[in-house]
């Protein structure tokens, strides 16, 4: 009787092995099953991620024909293809001349579009108050150009170290009795109308009418962010709104060596 214990006992034993062992394969080719179904949706994820960045990189490529590979996050901002045209497709500016001598004022008798400054009030001007800038440098490399605490409340929200590029064009508006190497800049030829208003240039400040363009042959240090809104003047009850992007750089340390300085006339405000 004992040896057919045993015997039984040791069938039992060889079917429940058998079984774990048939269960354990079977666990193992759902393991493998399911893995590989997950990693084929991952692989048809980044397929389908893959098609849509190139798709996206070709079309930002045909409208910024410049596009080039992005900058680190924690390299200084520099000119891009958003930054403003090369020098080899710069705006076309009507009436440009060469500039000479950016550090001498410029005067309405040379150029008799310039205009001198005044003390009407903006007609872009909106109703309601100014609010002060609220303008704050980000942390810079080491050895970038200093933001003097007194050009922050020009600014609303974070101002980004930035480097402007040789053989890219940059734009200052400008009027009588100006210095062509002053301290704004602008990305882009300005109107009357998106000077006053979104640039928030004041008549006091620029009578305007004239326009600078700077294609450096180094890279310059500057600053650069959004403008801050200004009281219109003669009415602290209304403002010019800002927004724009400006850029800022060491008032009068540019000259004829640091690059090709023009000057044209400015564009003019739109027909209403």
Known sequence: MSNQIVAALERAAKQIVHALGEAASKAEQRLLHETAD?????ARRHRAFDT????????AA??????????????PVRASA?????????????GAEPLPDPTVPLSAT???YLQPSSLDREVEALPGAAHVGTGKPVDAPPGHVALPRSEWRNFD????????????TYYRAVG???YPNGAYWTQHPVTEAELRSDFAVLNKWNGDHGVVAFTPNRPVQGWIGTVAPMPATGDLGSHLPGGGTQIWLPSATLGPQDGAWQIAPAVERSAP
Do not use: F, N, W
């Open 38 to 42: 997950g990693l084929e949706q991952t």
């Open 52 to 59: 849509e960045a190139a798709g996206d990189l070709e079309r």
């Open 62 to 75: 045909a409208r910024h024909p410049d596009v080039h590979a992005p900058h680190g996050a924690s390299d």
């Open 82 to 94: 958003t930054a403003g045209p090369s020098v080899s497709k710069p705006p076309e500016l009507r």
């Open 110 to 112: 040379d150029h008799p």
């Open 157 to 168: 929200g974070p101002i980004q170290p930035y480097v402007l590029q040789p053989g890219t």
């Open 176 to 178: 009588d009795t100006q």
